[in-house]
């Protein structure tokens, strides 16, 4: 029998479907409880019969081949960190970077390490008990070790890392020749689903939950990458038909048919925490996000590095997450270029495409037709997001849409991989965003430009989008939102950067990836609101927003937010040094309407100005300090 073949028909037997379970009445319990301990543990199997229990240590199911387990056995688990290394020696890439995502590499030194336990029964040859499954921790430090929850994945060698049907590596399906769409990590589909069992540990090190499960590897691109996303299904032939857990902390829902694993290797600039970052900088827009929690990983008990906890898109989110009536009843959609159904079909949206090609969005009955297909409120909240974080791997990729598949509800747009994002904070999305170049295949391509670009045709669009653009920059956009956010996932994930460069060698090493964060991230973000503001002005040529602000960010230490203001803002010192000297505003004819003598701003606080009571229009803010002087713009409205 084939191998796959026979791997399917053996886990048909063991899915304990419940005509399987009246006749297993077989009991089996360890002495000890799987979880974490601080010194080494004896544990035997109890059982209620004198069926033959097999068990395995390896993470695959116990078979008649496996240990036996006899009478008065017992079985002694300890701290094996210090054994080589064995699963992280499987090269998971060849020696080809594709799409510049990092290849593996050896780890630095010994991984951290646990012990897992399968066990089961036979009677006359047949499994006549559950398989049960459990991983246990022996570190000096116990549940302590870890600030963030575990996930441990228990299965079988061959479905990870053979080269015929392993998934996780390039294996037979490679070729060198298209190494950027070959490979057994990107076969797709059940054929390519393996059985694993996933336990969860919270923060705490108490099991969340335990079950068996399907797993395949996710993402496109990134699939070429090191250490790959998977995602988990969920189904009755595995057990249970739910994960019956609060995966997420931002989500109230408790029951999930999916979810995913998120490797951080798509980050365009090695911080990890970027994509989760963007999804909770814009949680409380009017689009969908997706949660996120990182977690460290196990496989077969050998450290496997941080991933994220993330919600899969897909019918049942939109169902739990979106409102929609029924998952069977939906129509999801991705790419613009040519409207692909994940769902449904996508007859309809390519009817509204054609309506929007044979008729002027100018005009008003035209885009009041738009209206009553569109969520507008979604799609103008969306597009900013993407504009102002400056995704630039869209929006001719990561788009994905929905509605109901009867029309009852308006097309609303989800918000997804922002890896290309929060990179280059001059880049002008706006120009971007309507390109209409044909020789541009990727990534603003003109059939994934064509709807914006028609829409701001409309005069009552434009308004509609520059009014919640300024909202934006100074809600969910300003600048101490965003930051204050930044040290939040900076923190949530510091503890545990350094284990997992030495596994991975990405980033480099803790004090690499701080240098990326500020470097990348933190500046993206101190500086990102001014160059947003100067893009929508000379954009929109707007006379309200007539200046350029870019030079300033390039040499001020001092930024001003939120700006634009209504009249109460602060001056941020992003700068490391204290600053000593005079604050005066004036306006733009040279009046002085504010000034105080002998300020002094340390290093990273900021001076608040909150009761000025300014009338709308442009101001000069002046830092006199005793060997320099710096000024900004400030609007008013």
């Known amino acids: 029998m084939h191998l796959r073949l026979a791997h399917r028909f053996i886990f048909s037997v063991l899915s304990l479907s419940p005509i399987f379970y009246l006749a297993q009445t077989t009991q089996i319990s360890p002495s000890q409880p799987p979880g974490f301990y601080t010194s080494n543990i004896s544990l035997t199997l109890e059982t209620n019969s004198e069926d033959t229990i097999y068990y395995s240590l390896d993470g695959s199911v116990p078979t008649k081949e496996s240990f036996l387990f006899m009478p008065g056995d017992s079985i002694v688990f300890q701290d094996k960190s210090q054994e080589s290394n064995y699963y992280s020696e499987f090269v998971t890439t060849l020696d080809i970077s594709v799409y510049g995502y990092p290849i593996w590499e050896s780890p630095e030194g010994l991984l951290s390490k646990g012990n897992i336990l399968r066990f089961c029964s036979y009677k006359n040859g047949e499994i006549s008990s559950s398989v049960q499954s459990g991983t246990y921790f022996i570190f000096s430090d116990g549940a302590h070790k870890y600030e963030l929850p575990v996930i441990s994945l228990m299965v079988d060698e061959a479905d990870f890392f053979s080269q015929d049907s392993g998934i996780y590596i390039p294996g037979l399906s490679f070729d060198e020749e298209i190494p950027e769409s070959t490979g057994n990590y990107y076969k797709r589909g059940y054929a390519w689903e393996r059985n694993v069992h996933i336990e969860y540990y919270n923060e705490a090190g108490e099991r969340g939950f335990s079950q068996d499960a399907g797993v395949r590897i996710h993402g496109g691109a990134t699939r070429t990458a090191s250490q790959k996303s998977l995602k988990f299904y969920a189904r009755s032939e595995y057990g249970d038909s ?65 991933q994220t906890i993330r919600d899969r898109i897909d019918k049942y989110y939109l169902e739990y997450k979106e409102g929609a009536t029924h998952q069977d009843s939906v129509t999801l959609l991705h790419s613009f270029s040519n409207p692909e159904a994940i769902e449904g079909d996508a007859e309809g949206f390519t009817e509204l495409l054609e309506f929007i090609a044979e008729n002027d969005i100018a005009f008003e009955e035209n885009y009041n037709y738009l209206l009553s297909q569109i969520d507008m409120e979604n799609y103008i909240d969306y597009n900013i997001a993407e504009i102002f974080l400056s995704n630039y791997d869209w929006p001719g990729n990561n788009i994905k849409y929905w509605r109901e598949s009867d029309g009852s509800t308006k097309w609303r747009w989800i918000f997804f991989d922002i890896d290309g994002g929060l990179y280059n904070y001059r880049y002008d999305m706006l120009e971007h965003c309507t390109l209409n170049d044909d020789e541009v295949v990727w990534p603003n391509s003109p059939p994934s430009t064509f709807i914006f670009r028609n829409l701001l045709r409309n005069d009552r669009f434009v308004s509609e989008f520059i009014s919640r653009y300024a909202d ?166």
Not at 485 to 506: G, T
Not at 608 to 618: F, H, Q, T, Y
């Open 242 to 306: 739910h994960f019956s857990y609060k995966l997420l902390p931002n989500n109230e829902n408790d029951e999930y048919k999916r979810f995913q694993l998120q490797s951080s290797m798509g980050d365009w600039s090695k911080t990890i925490i970027k994509d989760p970052l963007a999804h909770e900088i814009c949680r409380t827009l009017n689009f969908a996000t997706q949660d996120s929690r990182p977690v460290i990983v196990f496989i077969n008990g050998e450290y496997w590095g941080v």
């Open 472 to 637: 934006i920059l100074n809600s969910n956009f300003s600048l101490n939102t965003i930051i204050n956010k930044a040290s939040f996932f900076v923190d949530l994930y510091s503890s545990s950067i350094s284990e997992h460069s030495d596994r991975w060698n990405f980033p480099e090493n803790e004090n690499a990836w701080r240098n990326d964060i500020k470097e990348h991230l933190l500046e993206f973000l101190e500086k990102r609101h001014c160059y947003a503001v100067d893009n929508l002005s000379n954009f929109f040529d707007l006379s309200d927003f007539p200046f350029d602000c870019c030079s300033e960010a390039t040499f001020n230490t001092l930024l001003a937010y939120p700006n634009p203001s209504s009249g109460e803002f602060s001056l941020l010192n992003i700068s490391e040094d204290s600053m000593f000297g005079a604050v005066t505003i004036s306006t733009t004819s040279g009046s002085i309407v504010y000034s105080e003598e002998s300020v002094t701003i340390r290093g990273g606080e900021t001076l608040e100005l909150n009761s000025l009571d300014l009338p709308k229009g442009i101001y000069i803010v002046t830092f006199q300090g005793s060997l320099k002087g710096q000024s900004l713009k400030l609007i008013v409205f």
